[in-house]
T-cell receptor, first 113, second 116 residues
Framework: GDSVTQMEGPVTLSEEAFLTINCTYT??????LFWYVQYPGEGLQLLLK???ADDKGSNKGFEATYRKETTSFHLEKGSVQVSDSAVYFC????????????WGAGTKLIIKP | GAVVSQHPSRVICKSGTSVKIECRSL??????MFWYRQFPKKSLMLMAT?????????EQGVEKDKFLINHASLTLSTLTVTSAHPEDSSFYIC????????????FGPGTRLTVT
């Protein structure tokens, strides 16, 4: 079935380090791919998205490229800040569904000053 | 804009009692609302989808008589966990979208339910 797998956390980095959070997916058809972020005490927020192969989503210094050949959508940031500490979720939306998101388990990111 | 609130943020109840969780869209009208359940270190699991004024559509394996969902207005949906048991303890998250067929969902902060 359709699924999303992302790296287990927590991921702990020092400020200004390079970040990669891996996300791979299994899906039939041509899904759209998303990264959501949940800051402590807040609801999930859309961070970035990509709707077709080779698209790059970007926001707040984060980037992710939709790689169909490797079925991946890894999240990257060149220099993380303490304020980036949060839980990050990778998700996909199937092409034939307009609302059902398939979620990864989430990766907790901890940035130390 | 597009803020969704949930109340309460945490609730502890005794086994056999019922608990109601509210989900409100504060600055927009939510035609569709979703209820998710999240287990520790697990993916969010969609429980049901509700459209204002109609019955909720439950996902396979979710007991509709146990998890009662009401979407009586364009800004409020409620989830009632009836006759709660310890295995119902979980993190419940709601989301809302502005109109049917629109993929973007706005999420509430979640409600931690503990059944003792």
């Amino acid at each position: 079935g359709d699924s999303v797998t992302q790296m287990e956390g927590p991921v702990t980095l020092s400020e200004e380090a390079f970040l990669t959070i891996n996300c791979t997916y299994t899906a039939t058809g041509y899904p759209s791919l998303f990264w959501y972020v949940q800051y402590p005490g807040e609801g999930l927020q859309l961070l970035l998205k990509a709707t077709k192969a080779d698209d790059k989503g970007s926001n707040k210094g984060f980037e992710a490229t939709y790689r169909k050949e490797t079925t991946s959508f890894h999240l990257e940031k060149g220099s993380v800040q303490v304020s980036d500490s949060a839980v990050y979720f990778c998700a996909l939306l199937l092409g034939d569904s307009n609302y059902q998101l398939i979620w990864g388990a989430g990766t907790k990111l901890i940035i130390k000053p | 804009g597009a803020v969704v609130s949930q109340h309460p943020s945490r609730v502890i109840c005794k086994s056999g009692t019922s608990v109601k969780i509210e989900c409100r869209s504060l600055d927009f009208q939510a035609t569709t609302m979703f209820w998710y359940r999240q287990f520790p270190k697990k993916s969010l699991m969609l429980m049901a989808t509700s459209n204002e004024g109609s019955k909720a559509t439950y996902e396979q394996g979710v007991e509709k008589d146990k998890f009662l969902i009401n979407h009586a207005s364009l800004t409020l949906s409620t989830l009632t966990v009836t006759s709660a048991h310890p295995e119902d303890s979980s993190f419940y998250i709601c989301s809302a979208s502005r109109s049917s067929g629109v993929w973007e969902q706005y999420f509430g902060p979640g409600t931690r339910l503990t059944v003792t």
